[in-house]
């Protein structure tokens, strides 16, 4: 309620403004009206109250990101507002590096502080579960999940080494003090998207001497790489078997055995309907009130949970936005933070997509959504942005 509570209140403000055009209108008014009547007209259907659960985590971030758009009116402003963002986000970042080690070192009194007395109990008097590996706390730092705090390790890791106005000294530093946390979360996807971004750096420094179009190939050429490798190894049982005998068994069975075993499973499920349109909304998942879900099914990947609620369909529709995304920032002069957004696309798509699902996560979502938006409606090429180009300068607020 808070979040569309702020999106009208800017929409008031855009207008009160009278910097208003029909582009601006049609973007921040009038697309997410069509969303939302199309979305509620093409699941008459599924039960309401699962549809309006769903909304509130597919829909509803969208519209604090629209908000933000919609009382933003130059260049300079986003690009202020950006690295405000980039510091709260670092600052939120550095925080839970603390946590975590705190977490990691002082397990015990962390346990008791919380009144808890073992490791993967169900809540109790703290409302969280703690998971554990090898009988080692998974950190959460500040969240409720190791996943969430890995998360954040990773959007971390790469603003630091893709904002250039942080200095070198500090930047390794920060790199550091991020690479370590990530590892001591115990999460393998954070970790292994810190190592693909690394991979990447290293390729880009040694052959982008030529220019912009050899760095925009290379980057765009190792997504599709890395996106087919992750969809046949999370898709398909290859990969375990050739661990499963080895001393990284249990890593991969809960790492891979797991994930392939349950994408399997709501594939099969979803075919047995409509394998284009998926499950219905809400059908799977943990979305809606509590028990109201006897049968449904978990999905903790972003593959998955579409491929449930939007079918196929809605699959191709994503991966086609977000391949789309990469090679306009690519191509795109002087986007804002077009490095940074490259970088959290690629990691989504390539390695989180078939894993666990960013957009899921308060707050990460709206660090997500955000600073993909500024490179997209930004641009430093121009006096204006592209939001500004959509606005008729009548007057000043």
Request: net charge neutral; glycine share 6%.
């Amino acid at each position: 309620m808070i979040v569309i509570f702020y999106y009208l209140l800017s929409i008031f403000y855009m207008i009160c403004c009278r910097k208003v055009s029909y582009k601006k209108l049609f973007i921040v008014i009038f697309s997410p009206a069509f969303v939302f009547v199309f979305y509620v007209a093409t699941t008459l259907n599924d039960p309401l109250i699962l549809v309006f659960y769903q909304m509130k985590s597919d829909l509803v971030p969208l519209l604090f990101v629209l908000g933000v758009v919609a009382i933003i009116n130059s260049y300079a402003e986003a690009e202020e507002l950006y690295y405000k963002l980039i510091k709260i986000i670092l600052i939120v970042g550095c925080i839970n590096v603390v946590l975590i080690v705190i977490q990691k070192i002082f397990t015990e009194w962390f346990m008791i502080f919380l009144q808890i007395d073992d490791f993967n109990n169900s809540s109790r008097d703290s409302g969280l579960r703690l998971d554990n590996v090898n009988d080692s706390l998974r950190a959460m730092g500040s969240f409720t999940s190791f996943i969430a705090s890995g998360t954040l390790m990773v959007l971390c890791f790469i603003i630091v080494n893709e904002v250039k106005k942080i200095k070198l000294k500090t930047r390794l530093i920060l790199s550091a003090m991020f690479l370590s946390a990530a590892i001591a979360t115990t999460y393998k996807t954070a970790i292994i998207g810190i190592s693909i971004y690394l991979i990447l750096k290293v390729v880009l420094g040694v052959f982008t001497k030529g220019g912009g179009t050899i760095r925009n190939t290379i980057v765009i050429a190792y997504t599709v790489i890395v996106f087919t490798v992750s969809a046949f190894c999370f898709n398909d049982y290859f990969l375990y078997n050739q661990l499963k005998n080895t001393t990284f068994h249990d890593s991969a069975y809960g790492s891979i055995y797991i994930r392939v075993k349950q994408h399997n499973d709501i594939f099969e499920s979803v075919e047995k309907g409509n394998i284009l349109t998926g499950a219905g909304i809400g059908t799977n998942g943990t979305e809606g009130p509590k028990g109201f879900k006897s049968n449904s099914k978990a999905l903790d990947s972003t593959y998955i949970n579409i491929l449930s609620n939007y079918g196929l369909l809605g699959v191709i529709i994503y991966l086609a936005i977000l391949f789309f995304l990469i090679l306009y920032l690519s191509i795109k002069k002087n986007p804002l933070g077009a490095n940074v957004s490259i970088m959290l696309l690629l990691y989504h798509l390539d390695i989180e997509f078939f894993t666990n699902n960013i957009l899921m996560d308060f707050p990460l979502n709206l660090f997500f959504y955000l600073l993909i938006a500024f490179s997209i409606f930004y641009s430093q090429s121009d006096e204006k942005s592209i939001t500004e180009k959509m606005q008729m300068e009548v007057e000043e607020c």
